[in-house]
């Protein structure tokens, strides 16, 4: 009696909790896209007229607030999808279309890092059936961590191609063997990751201790999680000895 009380006050505390956050997250997003908008109305007006130092804090001011907007939006992510509440809205689409949507609005960083972007996603790939937009959300989080951890002048491969029964993943990632599959495969020429961080890296908040400290909370591998699993997929990271870093997503293919 006392233990399912107790545990009824620890269920209590933790949808406080997310309440709590999701007010917070809620509270910040009005001021900081005033902010945002604020900063792209200046530079608009006044980019050309301003010297080469005002240029440089604006351009500062406005990747940092791009920054804070992307972390409020996934820390409001996190809370949508742990209340049960995102639903999806599934359209038959080609998986290359979201990548390189992805791919184009990174575009400003994979210039500023010199990073060379490899694709070899399959002709005529299989339909999956999919929401585009939250799948967008979990590309742009592994293309994002791709390009944050992988030094400048590094390589980003990104291919697809069709995993059948029978092929060693099956066994491995537990796929449903009634089903086909689409994996997408991303990897870089970063630090990579270790065996024994290989899974705990999905859970919230969790964060391999870097030699210089890299920004992030440590989210965007739990929200990609969440979004494939709601497509009945499965995502997994790959440990390889001399390489960077690989990750993997499988959604079946309908
Ligand atoms: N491509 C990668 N190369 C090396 N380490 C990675 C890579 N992707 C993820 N990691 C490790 O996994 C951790 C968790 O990734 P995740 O995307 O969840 O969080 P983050 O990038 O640190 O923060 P956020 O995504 O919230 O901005 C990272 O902090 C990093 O230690
Ligand atoms: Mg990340």
Request: hydrophobic share 40%.
């Amino acid at each position: 009696m006392v233990s399912l009380k107790r545990h009824r006050n620890a269920k209590n505390n933790a949808s406080n909790h997310t309440d709590l956050i999701t007010t917070v997250v809620h509270e910040l997003k009005t001021p900081i896209t005033t902010i945002k908008e604020a900063i792209s109305l200046l530079s608009d007006l006044n980019y050309l007229k301003l010297d080469a130092k005002s240029k440089k804090i604006l351009l500062i001011a406005r990747e940092e607030t791009n920054r804070l907007v992307r972390m409020v939006n996934n820390l409001l992510k996190v809370s949508i999808i742990e209340a049960g509440k995102l639903q999806l809205h599934l359209e038959p689409t080609k998986i290359e279309v979201i990548i390189n949507q992805v791919l184009d609005s990174q575009s400003f960083t994979i210039q500023k890092k010199e990073m060379h972007i490899k694709t070899n996603c399959l002709h005529n790939s299989p339909t999956v059936i999919i929401d585009r937009d939250r799948l967008y959300d979990a590309i742009a989080n592994l293309i994002d961590n791709a390009l944050k951890f992988t030094p400048e002048k590094g390589t980003i491969t990104i291919q697809t191609r069709q995993i059948k029964p029978g092929d060693i993943e099956y066994r491995k990632q537990h796929l449903n063997s009634k089903l086909k599959y689409l994996e997408t495969t991303i990897s870089d020429t970063g630090p990579g990751i270790s065996k024994q961080d290989l899974t705990r890296i999905f859970k919230k908040f969790e964060r391999i201790k870097a030699p210089i400290p890299i920004r992030g909370i440590g989210l965007g591998l739990t929200i990609a999680k969440n979004i494939i699993e709601l497509h009945e997929g499965k995502i997994w990271a790959s440990f390889n000895k001399s390489k960077g870093a690989t990750f993997h997503f499988a959604l079946p293919i309908k």
